[in-house]
């Protein structure tokens, strides 16, 4: 079916004369701009990228390192994991690397926590930090940030865990001893 529109604009053009011819050509087009610019369009918002952390690799660390204590915890690509017993307890995407010496043997890891064992703690999205030192090819001494009265659940931004998550903030004053598997 023909729309009026269509069908006044076809009209005009079929009457024959010149004037005539010009001006429905000339009517049809400014009410066809006219309605097109009438029209509004919303951006599709799902469409819209996520926007996240930028994650970023740690080969030093790639592996999987365990304890004496039966805990251990492992770095794949950008991804970060602590397990107890067998089970794991945390987990995230690296976001950050800051290396305390030349030769990595010490530094920091931002975390991003995606997944946290029900009941324990980092809090799920939040940002944590942990701390290695004494890196070799086969042991490394690591720590989650601890301290009594700290803020030891993890921060709403990388900013804050970054900036509160440090050794001479008196955080990771205890540290476990991991063997690479």
């Not at 309605?35 to 599709?44: H, I, Q, V």
């Not at 994991?81 to 990595?104: H, M, P």
Request: glycine share 8%; proline share 4%.
């Amino acid at each position: 079916m023909k729309s009026p529109l269509f069908s006044a604009c076809a009209s005009l053009r079929n009457t024959g004369r010149v004037f005539a011819h010009s001006l429905g050509i000339a009517l049809c087009a400014a009410i066809l701009s006219l309605s097109a610019a009438s029209c509004t369009f919303e951006p599709d918002k799902t469409d819209e990228p996520v926007r996240q952390a930028p994650t970023v690799s740690v080969p030093f660390l790639e592996g999987e390192w365990e304890s004496q204590w039966n805990d251990g915890f492992s770095v794949t690509g950008t991804a970060f994991s602590y397990q107890y017993k067998g089970e794991e307890q945390f987990s995230g995407e690296i976001v950050n690397v800051r290396t305390l010496s030349d030769a990595n043997a010490s530094g920091y890891l931002t975390l991003k926590i995606a997944y946290v064992l029900p009941g324990k703690s980092p809090a799920k999205d939040s940002y944590y930090v942990v701390y290695w030192e004494n890196l070799t090819d086969t042991s490394v001494e690591e720590a989650s940030p601890y301290k009594a009265g700290g803020s030891n659940n993890g921060f709403a931004t990388q900013a804050e865990a970054e900036a509160e998550y440090t050794v001479t903030n008196g955080y990771f004053g205890y540290t476990g001893t991991y063997t690479k598997k």
